[in-house]
């Protein structure tokens, strides 16, 4: 748990100290990721519209673009030209 709460924490910037700049391998990010499309979903599915479209709108800005599809919300990172 403990562990756990170190990731997170340092995921969100909780544990990092000034000018360290963090990379997390690419499972991490996936895992992270699908939690926020959950949250999104549920957000959706309560129809609360305002908090959904600005957690995309929060990733857009991040360069994450999500995409809703029939069956499943997906993701992924905007191309750079």
Aim: hydrophobic letters at 35%; proline letters at 2%.
């Amino acid at each position: 748990m403990v562990n756990q709460i170190k990731e997170l924490g340092g995921v969100l910037g909780l544990f990092q100290t000034p000018g360290t700049k963090r990379e997390y391998s690419d499972e991490t990010v996936n895992e992270l990721m699908e939690i926020l499309l959950e949250v999104r979903n549920i957000c959706r599915s309560t129809k609360n519209w305002a908090l959904a479209d600005q957690i995309r709108s929060r990733l857009q800005e991040k360069g994450i673009i999500i995409e809703d599809l029939k069956d499943r919300t997906v993701w992924r990172r905007k191309e750079i030209p």
